[in-house]
């Protein structure tokens, strides 16, 4: 089982819901719909839509109820999701837009189990804060030998000539093939399956090249592959061989231009995503003869219309998307896509989640109180607003003496966005998707680093947050600039607030607080605790930050209950008390 940390808020879900709020600009206000709290009670519910590895649907079985329903219409499938926690699908299941709409906030995590997610609407489900994981290592050894299965049988003209001998012919000059030893074989995308293509090739005597903007030089010369350009690559090839993502740059970028850079007679092998070849190009350079054969496992739409020309075509080897399909890839992906989507229906953070930050163990552990104290900044600051143009510039720093790299704040900043929309909107934020919602309302976060001396030993020595542009509806918040401002510490564990603008206070942050402000005399403490003592309300902590003697201060109060407004009033009448406010934590 993937190792992961259980931090439910991080992963709390949420419902249908509106945001009403005032504070934020009004064009942000709008209907929001994220993804539900529960199952309908005890076991969740995953839906898998194309066959898995036995060993993964046993695993789901132990924690959830499994619903295997294969080959369903895109209408079955959203009647069916609504009643569903989570989701497993292969390639051949599309869940767009309509599918994380119909779940109506029930759907939290949609699993892959395999690599490529072209088939998932990352988008919406991001927006819909559902989790989408994938398995992106478990077929990676079949796909690349797949890769070279296809080369080989190309190059030797196995498919045709097996076709032709089970038609009763003895055809020998015409299956005449070519040598792979000394030939140049380009690898375009060097990623975990182009890499071991690369590996396989050089042992089959190969002289291997490799177009990857984005891979390291010393992985690929470690292999004894050469990295080359996009231009170099495709023109000095006798072999091509497609590892690359299907995204908006590599769609289509095999097409007429790019074949007409080609070797004549070069050879093409595509086990990627059948999008990265514009298929009426290929044709056309197959019958020009630009390119002399191809090897394709997969098509743009697939399974492709039957009298596809292409696959008729005597030239090329098709498989039918087999690259991931051995029966040991198939057991991995499956263990590997279960494990991901239990640990993610169990509140904790995947590593294999493609749409939300992925955060190793140890950082999780150590930045838990930390990660309490953003969410509780956020939701103290928030409050504190009680006009202008709306919460729109809010900055955070993080004050510690390690290395700004050995720092990752992603889980911080994603719960100070959620202590800042959650309490003003009944939108339910989640690490999945926090960015989201913060850029859809116009919210802009910025982040700041205060590097100290001193030993690192604590992550973090303090976090501050401040929101520009706005008023307060507690004076005493504002900063020296007029920002509203909030500061807090982990003390022995426990988040604090430990600074509220410009004055020092210190108040675990448990239950909720009330902050007064008033003129420093004797006797302020006794007088509030006796007015929340005679109203029953559990005072927790109570703290005075003053500016100089005899001057303002404000005290922070810790309460376990809410105070009635009539207790609230009775502070508020003290004579010395000039302001205060009640803060919901
Ligand atoms: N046929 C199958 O059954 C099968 C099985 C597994 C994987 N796949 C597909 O194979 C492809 C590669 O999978 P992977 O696991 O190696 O992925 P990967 O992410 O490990 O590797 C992809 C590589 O492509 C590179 N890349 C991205 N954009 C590029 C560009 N414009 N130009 C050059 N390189 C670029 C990336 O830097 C990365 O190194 C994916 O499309 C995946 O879906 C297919
Ligand atoms: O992206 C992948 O993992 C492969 O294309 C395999 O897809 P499949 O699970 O549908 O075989």
Known sequence: MATSLNLSSIFSSSRLVTTPSSVFPTRQRRRIILVTSSSSGGKPTILVTEK????????????????????????????????????????????????????????????????????????????????VVNAPTANTVAAAEHGIALLTAMAR?????????????????????????????????????????????????????????????????????????????????DFISLHLPLTAATSKMMNDVTFAMMKKGVRIVNVARGGVIDEEALLRALDSGIVAQAALDVFTVEPPVKDNKLVLHESVTATPHLGASTMEAQEGVAIEVAEAVIGALRGELAATAVNAPMVPLEVLRELKPYVVLAEKLGRLAVQLVTGGSGVNAVKVTYASSRAPDDLDTRL????????????????????????????????????????????????????????????????????????????????????SLTKVGLFGVDVSLEGSVILCRQVDQPGMIGKVASILGDENVNVSFMSVGRIAPGKQAVMAIGVDEQPSKETLKKIGDIPAIEEFVFLKL
């Open 52 to 131: 898995l590895g036995q060993a993964g649907i046993d695993l789901l079985k132990k924690y959830a109820n499994v619903d295997c329903s294969y080959d369903l219409s895109l209408e079955e499938l959203c009647t069916k999701i609504s009643l569903c926690d989570a989701l497993i699908v292969r390639s051949g299941t599309k869940v767009g837009r309509d599918v994380f709409e119909s779940s109506r906030g029930r759907l939290k995590v949609v699993g892959r189990a395999g690599v490529g997610i072209d088939n998932v609407d990352l988008a919406a489900a991001t927006e819909y804060g559902c989790l």
């Open 157 to 237: 003209n196995i498919a045709q000539a097996d076709a032709s001998i089970k038609a009763g012919k003895w055809t020998r000059n015409k299956y005449v093939g070519v040598s792979l030893v000394g030939k140049t074989l380009a690898v375009l995308g060097f990623g975990k399956v182009g890499s071991e293509v690369a590996r396989r090739a050089r042992g089959l005597g190969m002289h291997v090249i490799t177009h990857d903007p984005y891979a390291p030089a010393d992985r690929a010369r470690a292999i004894g592959v050469e990295l080359v350009s996009f231009e170099v690559a495709i023109s000095t090839a």
């Open 412 to 495: 911080l900043r994603a719960m100070v966005i959620k202590g800042l929309i959650e309490p003003i909107s009944s939108v339910f934020i989640n690490l999945v998707n926090s960015d989201y919602i913060a850029k859809q309302r116009g919210v802009k976060i910025s982040e700041e680093r205060m590097v100290l001396d001193g030993s690192p030993e604590n992550p973090i020595e303090y976090i501050t947050v401040r929101i520009a542009n706005v008023e307060s509806r507690f004076a005493s918040a504002l900063s020296e600039s007029g920002e509203i401002k909030v500061e807090g510490r982990v003390k022995q564990g426990v988040p």
